[in-house]
Structure formats: C-alpha cells, structure tokens
C-alpha cells in the first residue's frame, strides 16, 4: 500500500505541472521515463509555494508560507507527509541528494515577495539565485544521479539556465506584476517609464545567460538533455520574441509563444537532436 501512495502522491506532482505550465511539461515528457516523476514532483513543490505568495490574496501569506516550510522541513526529515506534494518531494531529496541551503534559499526566496516590491542589485541577485538557480540546481541533482563530479562541473550553467527562465518571465509578466502586485524585480527600472534601453540592458544580460546555459545542455546525460534543450529552446523563442517586441508593447502586453510554435519547436528540436545537431 505504501507504493499506491508514493504512486499517487507523484501524480499530484505530475497534474499540477501539467495544469501550470504547458512548456515544462513538454520538455519533461522528452526526459527519460526514469526521471520524469522526479521532476514533477521538485516542480510540484516549487510552484506551491510560489502560489502561496502570488495568489492567496486575501489570506495570511507569510503565516501560510511558514506553514509550508516546516510541514516540507518536517517531510524530510520523517520521510513521509500527508500532504502529497511534499511527500513526492521529500522522497526526491533523500534520493539524489538534494543539499538542505537549496531548500532554504528556495523558500527565503518566496518569502522575500511577501516583503519587497522593488530590489536593488544585491537583493535581485539573490532573489534570482533562490527563485530560479537553486531549482536548476535540484534539477541537476536529478540528471546526474549520484555523478558528484559531473554535478559540479553542470552547476554554473545549469545556474545559468535558472537564471535566464526567470528573467524572461519578469520581462514576460511585467505588467501583471506591477499591477497586480506592485512588484518590479529589475533593480534600477521604473514601470511607468519603462525604456527601450532599459529592456535591452536586461537582454543583453538574458543572452550571456542563455549562451553560458546552452555549453552546459549539450553537456548532460542522454535522459535529460532533449528535455532540457526543449525548454531552453522555448524559452528562447520567447526571449526572440521579446526582443522583436517594443519596450512599450512588452510593458502593455504579455508576450507568449502560441501552442502551434511550441509543437512546430518539438518537431524541429527533436530533428535536431537525432541527427546529432545540439
């Protein structure tokens, strides 16, 4: 009976990734199926706790969030919870190994959004670090399976890649966050005179992401690598997009790439990769 639970608890994961976002969970179905759950279930947790802080609106935010961190804290260490996304994450963590200070960055991450609206150099890198590059880092974890020298040659890309997903989403929900949360993460930007330069400034700093990531993709093993390229190259596609698209415009509207690209992307990523292409 315990399997049919760690079973179902993975199925949470897996729903809720697929309801979230349409782009990851295609890129996870193009890992190997013996990686696949493992995913699903960091993601599971991440996007919980992200939910906490963005849209219980209405409800005691910061009460909820510390519940949320000592119920995961209490998950792994006792190695089962009731709650089925953190049970699926626990199970990850003592599996591949994933280092508690990723956990805590993740969470001092989240709960910084309950307290700032507006960051500065120092505060942004952080956030982005606990926001974005831990998660890439717990996803390695899961690509290298216990290859502790490969992981550390992977983790500044793989940082990277974190990194440039969540810039791309800042410059992507630009709008809403500033509207309906009153949030503008990059440091030194004002909304409401939001400039050509100023977009190009962050892009510049997107593509030195995206080129450091992509020498560390063509590096991981063959379960994981379509399934990280094909996230990368939506993204990417995204952040072309973007680019192409007034300072104005990105400001008003929120850009994203239609679910017809995204099936035209797989085709021609999947091309790529069997000829060998990456």
Do not use: W
């Not at 899961?142 to 992977?154: K, N």
């Not at 997903?165 to 993460?185: A, E, M, P």
């Amino acid at each position: 009976m315990q399997e049919l639970f760690n079973t179902t608890c993975q199925e949470c994961s897996r729903l809720i990734t697929e309801r979230y976002s349409t782009s990851f969970s295609m890129g996870i179905r193009a890992f190997d199926k013996s990686i696949r759950m493992p995913i699903y279930a960091i993601y599971g947790f991440v996007r919980f706790a992200d939910e906490i802080v963005d849209t219980f609106h209405g409800y005691p935010k910061a009460e909820l969030l510390e519940r949320f961190r000592q119920d995961t804290y209490t998950a792994i260490q006792e190695g089962i919870s009731l709650n089925p996304v953190l049970h699926a994450f626990q199970e990850v963590v003592h599996r591949y190994g994933i280092e508690q200070e990723l956990i805590d960055a993740f969470l001092e991450s989240m709960e910084m959004d309950l307290h700032h609206n507006f960051y500065g150099s120092e505060l942004y890198e952080k956030y982005i670090y606990g926001s974005a590059e831990v998660v890439g880092l717990m996803c390695l974890r899961v690509f290298c399976d216990g290859d502790r020298a490969l992981f550390d040659h992977l983790k500044s890309p793989a940082r990277s890649l974190g990194a440039a997903f969540q810039k791309i989403n800042f410059l992507r929900d630009l709008k809403s966050d500033f509207d309906d949360r009153g949030r503008v993460y990059f440091p030194g930007v004002d909304f409401t005179h939001f400039t050509q330069e100023d977009k190009e400034k962050i892009e510049t700093d997107i593509k030195k992401d995206f080129d450091d990531a992509y020498l560390g993709i063509v590096q991981l093993p063959k379960s994981a690598r379509f399934g990280v390229y094909l996230a990368y190259v939506y993204y990417l596609n995204l952040f072309k997009k973007i680019r192409r698209t007034a300072a104005a415009k990105v400001k008003e509207q929120r850009i994203r790439v239609h679910d017809g690209k995204k099936i035209y992307l797989l085709c021609s990523s999947a091309l790529r990769m069997s000829l060998n292409m990456l």
